[in-house]
């Protein structure tokens, strides 16, 4: 399987501002995912967005999907430091669950 | 919620010893995956398994195998550790059907192998 890519590779920020992370992927898709990792952790699931649908919000979580570019976006808006983590969006298909996952963003959230 | 387990956390062994790293999920999911993660290149399938004693291979299956003789359990061997095999290691499992997509990963293992 081909993986996304994800944009920009690292991004720091201060506390309080809106985070943007970008991803884009290579084939038609079932649903396209984000995933948070901290440091040496496993990754924990934060929202997912299906093919059919263009925006989604959870929380100060919210998800754009363009499939006419296969691509999407993550913004997370008045950030904290306990966002610092890195991010990453994973492209799903109609086969068995599985997930092509892109490069992540490791985003710094600075006091 | 869903848990999933991995044996350890840290790993170091050497070149050429046969190593099992095992992963216990407790939601009767019936597909599980093995990841490597290695800076820069993200996650990258290994194997999966869709039912017991069922596998396919992944992206990056050699070096690897797999055994899923329990639907909770899914183990990962490597038949001789090499090491360009040192990297991080995460299995996750996952339910099919319905509207639930989504992956659920255990803390992941970290081999060293010297």
């Known amino acids: 399987s081909q993986q996304g890519e994800e944009d920009p590779q690292a991004l720091s920020i201060q506390e309080g501002e809106n985070a943007t992370m970008n991803c884009s992927y290579k084939?038609?898709?079932?649903?396209l995912q984000w995933y948070r990792q901290n440091s040496g952790r496993g990754l924990v699931h934060l929202i997912l967005?299906?093919?059919?649908?263009r925006e989604k919000h959870s929380g100060r979580l919210r998800v754009t999907l363009d499939t006419s570019k296969k691509s999407s976006s993550l913004l997370i808006t008045a950030s904290r430091a306990a966002d610092t983590a890195s991010y990453f969006c994973?492209?799903?298909?109609?086969?068995?669950?599985?997930?092509?996952f892109g490069g992540g963003t490791r985003l710094m959230v600075k006091p | 919620d869903v848990k999933v387990t991995q044996s350890s956390r840290y790993l170091v062994k050497r070149t050429g010893e046969k190593v099992f790293l095992e992963c216990v999920q407790d939601?009767?999911?019936?597909?599980m995956f093995w990841y490597r993660q290695d800076p820069g290149l993200g996650l990258r399938l290994i194997y999966f398994?869709?039912?017991?004693?069922?596998?396919e291979k992944g992206d990056i299956p050699e070096g690897y195998s797999v055994s899923r003789e329990k639907k909770e359990r899914f183990s990962l061997i490597l038949e001789s550790a090499s090491t360009n095999q040192t990297s991080m290691y995460l299995c996750?499992?996952?339910?099919?059907?319905?509207?639930?997509?989504?992956?659920?990963f255990g803390p992941g293992t970290r081999l060293t192998v010297t």
């Open positions: 994973a492209s799903g298909g109609n086969a068995g669950n599985m997930l092509t």
């Open positions: 084939t038609s898709i079932n649903n």
């Open positions: 967005i299906r093919s059919n649908e």
């Open positions: 939601m009767d999911h019936e597909n």
């Open positions: 398994s869709y039912d017991v004693k069922m596998k």
């Open positions: 996750a499992s996952s339910s099919p059907g319905g509207r639930r997509y989504e992956q659920y």
